[in-house]
């Protein structure tokens, strides 16, 4: 039963071309769902089934993130804004996944999150905020300023010494896109609220 759901983009240029290769059995990747940019919604794959779109990764105690998710691709070359039509779409069909498998807003998360270093997307235009406002996702408040790395695991970031600046550059590009330079008390501040209020399982 799924219990978390990834976002991605296909870094394609046409959704068409997109939803071809994911229908490609040759291809080896799948998802449950593809929004191209004027907001139609395919779906592809059905909820209960097994796709291949998360790949290697964690995400806390999951390491098999195909098995335990709902894929939702978004037609976008990671170069653009994602568009009105397909962003409203997305929280849509957002809303109804959730609800029909009680899923925590915490467990939304977008492919970098559970692929540090390995994946990009959906990348810093992708507007998390907005759904945290929807209940569709979370977003931080400022708390007393911890251990970065201690409280990145408590959230579900899984790492090893090597991917120190990746996941960095993954929690910027989600909660403070366009920040720059060495970790500092803002991202020990807002990964310390995370932490508190949505820690892992």
């Not at 978004?74 to 996944?97: H, K, M, S, W, Y």
């Not at 500092?184 to 609220?193: G, M, N, P």
């Amino acid at each position: 039963m799924p219990d978390l759901v990834v976002i991605h983009y296909t870094a394609m240029q046409t959704a068409e071309a997109a939803r071809d290769r994911l229908c490609d059995p040759e291809a080896e990747v799948s998802a449950h769902y593809l929004i191209c940019e004027r907001g139609r919604c395919w779906q592809l794959v059905d909820e209960d089934q097994r796709a291949w779109h998360a790949g290697a990764g964690r995400w806390g105690g999951v390491t098999d993130v195909n098995s335990r998710s709902i894929g939702i691709e978004l037609a976008n070359t990671g170069a653009q804004p994602f568009p009105e039509p397909q962003f409203a779409t997305l929280e849509t069909l957002l809303a109804d996944i959730v609800n029909r498998w009680q899923i925590a807003p915490e467990r939304v998360i977008g492919h970098a999150d559970m692929a540090l270093g390995r994946k990009i997307d959906p990348g810093p235009r992708f507007d998390w905020r907005r759904l945290a406002r929807r209940g569709l996702s979370v977003w931080p408040q400022v708390a007393v300023p911890g251990d970065f790395h201690a409280d990145a695991a408590k959230v579900g970031y899984a790492f090893d010494d090597s991917q120190h600046a990746a996941l960095l550059q993954s929690f910027r590009d989600r909660f403070r896109p366009g920040a720059t330079g060495a970790r500092d008390d803002t991202d020990r501040a807002l990964i310390a609220d995370l932490a508190q209020r949505f820690p892992a399982r």
